[in-house]
């Protein structure tokens, strides 16, 4: 099974990424974790490297290439779980032309849907234990009074309401791009974490 998993920052993703993965015993590919293993093991141009230090986006050529090489891997070998990529339409096209050229395809794309005001209220509510690094919910999975609470920098309102602006522009063009290759797949992402993992397995069997 070859999926995508689409969503914006705090829907969910990661969270059942890993559950479908392990139920499905395939390898959850995470673009962010591709890139920062490349750089640790020096298979990066230098220049690369400094542009992505600058908070540049790395050309697509370069994932696609780390993709290519990670989804041959032993263990992709009955499929394979895309976290984080693709973001665009022309995104898209070129994994589809690569997965082409191998003679395989996508099974699935999978959006997981989740209330704008609900995306800002998960993210802005969240808290780290600074000596344990346990993440709690100031509202849905409450600290113990012995906490000693951080507050992220990038779980403040305008920097979360601002992460959600960016992903939408993104990907305004890749659900319709699924969706007219009958490859799209919507699900609800509210409730707990199990009910959303019984739709995402009942929208990908």
Known sequence: MRLVF???????????????????????????????????????PAELVEAMAKGALVPDDVVIGLIAERTLAPDAANGFLLDGFPRTAPQADSLGKMLAGRNVKLDCALALEVPRELLVERAVLRRTDKRTGQIYHLKYKPPPPDAVLEHRADDHEDIVK????????MTSELLPYYAKLGMLKRVDGQGTVEEVTQRVLQAIS
């Open 162 to 169: 601002n992460r959600l602006d960016t992903y939408e522009k």
């Open 6 to 44: 689409l969503g914006p920052p705090g829907a969910g993703k990661g969270t059942q990424a890993k559950v479908i993965c392990e139920k499905r015993s395939i390898p959850q590919v995470s673009t962010g974790d591709m890139l920062r293993a490349a750089k640790a093991e020096g298979r990066l």
